[in-house]
Structure formats: structure tokens, C-alpha cells
């Protein structure tokens, strides 16, 4: 198969034939060799993204926004990252999978399926993300936390210095969350 981008002088991907809806001369995000990103398929790395270390986007993976991908992370089939997420360490993302937003997924964390990862951060720079489970529940993880939402909503009482910021971010994850499951996004 031929090639279908080069690495310019920035580190970022230029397209050097058409697929999918990237187009010949297209200017993509960052890669740190041809290991990272796949020729075959019509993956690609978007925007401000980037992609390095061992790391390896493949199929019909999309990494755009300013998400990261690095380490020994996978990210393949029909999966995106996007937004400011975070993919790293041996993780893989894979099948119709989503993580965005402000979402971290690493260690050796596998994210499949359909399964929606989103995230946000609070003003100190710790992140939340509200991750569904195989029991049908969501899980909010947030450092080295993982809590049901009554859970999370407990710890960071309102004794927590950061508990309405804390409480906003974990209201607009829940309410995310219920009009995903409708369908109306």
C-alpha cells in the first residue's frame, strides 16, 4: 500500500493522497514517526494533536483537538480522542469508543465498544471523568478516586474548599450523561 502522508519539518502529518474526508496536502497534527500513525485505513491525527512515545493510532481511529496520545497507548477501529483528553501508559481505545473533553484514560485501562469516556477540570487542574461500567452504572474517577456519584458527591462535601466547583462539574457530567443515554447528542 502506498503511502498516504509524510512527517514535515514540524512533526506534523501532511496527506500525500486522498481517504476519508482528509484530502491530498491536508496539514494534520503532530507525530514523532510513521510507528505512530498507520498508512493503511483512513486514521488520522487532527488539529493540535499529537501522537508519540510508542504509541499507535490504526483503522479508522480520528486523535484531533489538542488530545494526546503517547506511551505504549492504542487507539483503533472506529475510536476517537479528541477535545483535551489524555490516552497514555498501555491503554487502548477501540470499536465506536469516545474519550474527550478534559478525560484521562492510562495505566492498562481498555475503553471498547460504545463506551463514552468524557472529563472536565476543575480551576487546580484535577480532573474528573464520569466513565459507564459493565455493571450499567457510572463511575466518577478523579486522581486515584473511584466513586458511584453519591460517592463523589459525599467526599467533596461542603466542607472541601473546591466543593462548588467540584459539585458544578459533577452536575454537568450527569447531565451529560442522561442526554447521551436519550440519544439526543
Not at 79 to 94: D, E, K, M, T
Not at 116 to 130: E, T
Amino acid at each position: 500500500m502506498a503511502k498516504k502522508y509524510e512527517i514535515n519539518a514540524e512533526g506534523r502529518v501532511v496527506a500525500l493522497r486522498d481517504f476519508g474526508d482528509v484530502k491530498v496536502g491536508d496539514v494534520g497534527g503532530f507525530v514523532k514517526s510513521e510507528n505512530n500513525l498507520s498508512h493503511e485505513g483512513d486514521c488520522w491525527v487532527y488539529g493540535n494533536a499529537w501522537v508519540h512515545g510508542n504509541a499507535h493510532v490504526y483503522g479508522n481511529a480520528w486523535v484531533y483537538g489538542n488530545a494526546w496520545v503517547y506511551g505504549n497507548a492504542r487507539v483503533y477501529e472506529n475510536a476517537w480522542v479528541c477535545g483535551n483528553a489524555r490516552v497514555y501508559g498501555n491503554a487502548w481505545v477501540y470499536g465506536n469508543a469516545r474519550v474527550y473533553g478534559n478525560a484521562q484514560v492510562y495505566g492498562n485501562a481498555e475503553v471498547r465498544g460504545n463506551a463514552q469516556v468524557y472529563g472536565a477540570m476543575r480551576s487546580d487542574g484535577f480532573c474528573f471523568c464520569y466513565v459507564p461500567c459493565e455493571d450499567g452504572k457510572h463511575r466518577v474517577i478523579a486522581g486515584c478516586r473511584y466513586f458511584t456519584m453519591p460517592e463523589a458527591r459525599e467526599h467533596w462535601g461542603t466542607e472541601h474548599p473546591k466543593h462548588k466547583e467540584t459539585y458544578a462539574i459533577l452536575d454537568s457530567l450527569e447531565s451529560l450523561s442522561k442526554v447521551r443515554e436519550e440519544g439526543c447528542v
